[in-house]
């Protein structure tokens, strides 16, 4: 447990979490230390401590600066991780790591340096880049997990969810809420990688997450190759909801947000904002959030998707949210600030911001290094959560 106690509370520390004491067999550990705003240390102090270390009970007096800071502090700290490198170990991974039970999936998680070893990018959210080879396939299985795919290159690899063949193309966002059996099959003589995002770390803590296996094959049938799955075929012509569908699952039936949407989009929101008719969240910077498009909300219960695009030379906001969120780069370069810290970036880094964190970036994006001639960013995000609990926050700095 990371203690970031007020003065207040640093002279009656508990470890309760950190070590179990041999003599008494409780991992409660208490210390009277004489401090403003704490009771004076006397021996019936110390043995009013021991007796709440035998049964097992901590008071707030010494906790609460801790459990009650005046801000969020994340346990997970602002990090970067390369593409490039991602990808050269993946690679790797896929001339030594076999797809099949056991493993399921090539999955490689991104680990935030200050959460102990945990594969978890954040205390909530999931992200690892998976990587299939050749011919090869990912069985099926189901979870509770909700989980997405994103990709940032390639294409050729279809993924088969409730049987339905979803091809994966560069940019597109492909949501699969839990419960889903789910297969993936590269159809193709080239290798692709992609990322996963899913709640593993939300449900982990909230010991609510169910596994089973699926069938070891997939058959003929699903192993096609269509250009529109059946979900894009029903649900995806934007602004249209078809009448002889309705969801009976949480998340949203579309299976696949396509790259020319989501494009064409942030495309006209900058054109509209050059025309003098607005449309961008602020000068230079457009964004679009992924929904269902059954009622509008997000398209899965625990995570929230969005795209932005930030023109060459514009700069956002400093903007401090309640939650967590995971960015990858799509397209082009800048640079990003997370709290005290800043990288230059390029396509396909992948980087976190924790809660309260303020977060901004600068576009320095240009013909040779993206295809909008922008910094395009991917962002997801815990936000579903904490809305519905209430416990949603946003601050822009000056």
């Keep these: 447990m990371f203690s970031l106690k007020t003065p207040s509370s640093l002279c009656a520390v508990t470890q309760s979490s950190i070590a179990q004491d041999t003599a008494t067999g409780s991992p409660v550990r208490l ?80 680990a935030n340096p200050s959460l102990g070893g945990r594969p978890f990018a954040t205390p909530t959210l999931w992200a690892a880049i998976q ?16 989980a997405f795919r994103f990709v940032v290159e390639g294409s ?33 003589t080239e290798p692709m990688a992609w990322i996963d995002g899913l709640d593993i770390p939300f449900q982990y803590v909230t010991e609510a997450q169910f596994f089973e296996f699926g069938r070891d094959e997939i ?24 009448l002889s569908a309705t969801p009976t699952t949480p998340g949203s039936p579309l299976l696949s947000y396509k790259w020319e949407y989501t494009n064409a989009a942030l495309r006209d929101q900058l054109l509209l904002e ?3 008719f607005g449309g961008t969240v602020e000068p230079g910077h457009a964004a679009v959030r992924y929904t269902d498009p059954h009622d509008g909300s997000d398209v899965l219960p625990t995570i929230r998707a969005e795209f932005h695009r930030v023109a060459r030379g514009a700069e956002t906001a400093p903007v401090r949210e309640t939650g967590s969120s995971v960015y990858q780069v799509f397209d082009g370069s ?29 576009s320095e994006a240009g013909g040779s290094d993206s295809d909008s001639g922008a910094l395009d960013l991917f962002r997801f995000s815990d936000a579903p959560v904490f809305e519905a609990l209430k416990l949603a926050r946003t601050q822009k700095d000056a």
């Design 156 to 188: 050729g690899v279809w993924t088969v969810v409730g049987g339905d063949p979803v091809p994966m193309n560069r940019g597109d966002f492909l949501p699969q809420a839990g419960w889903n059996w789910h297969a993936h099959h590269n159809a193709t």
């Design 31 to 110: 210390q009277a230390v004489a401090a403003a705003g704490q009771p004076e240390v006397t021996p019936a102090l110390e043995e009013l401590y021991r007796g709440f270390e035998q049964e097992l009970l901590v008071p707030l007096w010494t906790e609460i600066g801790d459990l009650m800071p005046a801000h969020p502090r994340s346990r997970a700290v602002p990090h970067l991780w390369r593409w490039e490198t991602l990808r050269e170990l993946a690679a790797r991974a896929g001339d030594l790591v076999p797809v099949g039970r056991g493993g399921e999936r090539r999955a490689i998680a991104l």
């Design 334 to 362: 800048g640079t990003v600030t997370v709290g005290g810290t800043s990288w230059t970036v390029t396509r396909g880094d992948l980087f976190v911001v924790p809660s309260w964190e303020p977060f901004s970036a600068k």
């Design 219 to 242: 058959s003929d049938a699903e192993r096609i190759t269509p250009e529109r799955s059946r979900s894009e075929r029903l649900w995806g012509h934007p602004g249209l909801r078809p």
């Design 131 to 146: 990587y299939l080879m050749p011919g090869e396939d990912a069985p099926e299985h189901r979870h509770t997990q909700h």
């Design 274 to 276: 050059k025309e003098g």
